[in-house]
């Protein structure tokens, strides 16, 4: 590594404290802390925000190479069929998922196995810097179609096509499943409990 290369690294990785992403937190998620679905998250079991620095993703860090019935792209199906099935991963994303929402898919033979919402989380400073940001959302494989690599795929796709949009870091928001995101390289960096940051 190139001793320029090796600076550029370190100073990322100081780019931004611990009070500085708390900062951007909770100027993504005004008034979190105050919402009694997050004062229900017990100080035992705290929650993870992740984020990925889109400079540093390299796309080679996980692959997984599918037949043709395996496909990418947006839902452009019916609403109420998409919100029956992300019923079936987590009930309560269903008032997530309307007529706007922009929902990134992988499909098999047609039907769908694996969803997600590609979000934009606006342009924030962060010291000097602005950093646009987006991420996936609700992120889920319905049960039959997983442990096949489909959901990351996926993800992995989403990140770049949020890095070829433009955003400086994609954002994964409220997680437990931080190794499974750590296989792309997102990284904790904030946890959070109902009584405020870990
Ligand atoms: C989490 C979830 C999306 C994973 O979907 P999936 O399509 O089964 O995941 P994949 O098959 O793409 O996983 C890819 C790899 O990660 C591994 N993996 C799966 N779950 C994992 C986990 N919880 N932690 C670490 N690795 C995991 C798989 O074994 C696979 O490994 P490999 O390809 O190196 O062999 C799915 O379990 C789900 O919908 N859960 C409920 C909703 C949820 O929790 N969503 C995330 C909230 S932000």
């Keep these: 590594m190139e001793v320029n290369q090796i600076r550029n690294s370190q100073l990322k990785e100081n780019l931004a404290t611990k009070e500085q992403y708390e900062a951007l937190f909770l100027e993504m998620n005004p008034g979190y802390f105050e919402r009694d679905y997050v004062k229900a998250i017990p100080e035992d079991e705290?929650?993870?925000?992740?984020?990925?620095?889109?400079?540093?993703?390299?796309?080679?860090?996980?692959s997984k190479s599918f037949g043709d019935e395996v496909t990418f792209g947006y839902y452009d199906g019916d609403i109420d069929k998409l919100r029956e099935n992300v019923?079936?991963?987590?009930?309560?994303?269903?008032?997530?998922?309307?007529e706007q929402s922009r929902v990134y898919c992988a499909f098999v033979n047609g039907e769908l196995a694996s969803f997600c919402q590609i979000q934009d989380?606006?342009?924030?400073?962060?010291?000097?810097?602005?950093?646009?940001?987006?991420?996936?959302?609700?992120?889920?494989?319905?049960?039959?179609?997983?442990?096949?690599?489909?959901?990351?795929?996926?993800?992995?796709?989403?990140?770049?096509?949020?890095?070829?949009?433009?955003?400086?870091?994609?954002?994964?928001?409220?997680?437990?499943?931080?190794?499974?995101?750590?296989?792309?390289?997102?990284?904790?960096?904030?946890?959070?409990?109902?009584?405020?940051?870990?």
Aim: with cysteine.
């Design 87 to 98: 019923a079936r991963v987590v009930p309560h994303w269903t008032q997530f998922f309307g």
């Design 46 to 62: 705290p929650a993870s925000e992740m984020m990925l620095d889109l400079d540093d993703f390299d796309e080679d860090i996980y």
């Design 121 to 198: 989380f606006g342009e924030h400073m962060v010291g000097d810097t602005k950093w646009k940001i987006g991420g996936p959302g609700c992120v889920g494989t319905l049960p039959e179609y997983r442990d096949r690599g489909l959901g990351l795929s996926m993800v992995k796709n989403v990140t770049k096509i949020l890095r070829d949009e433009h955003y400086d870091h994609c954002y994964i928001h409220y997680t437990y499943e931080t190794a499974w995101y750590g296989k792309l390289g997102y990284k904790t960096f904030v946890s959070w409990s109902g009584k405020g940051f870990v």
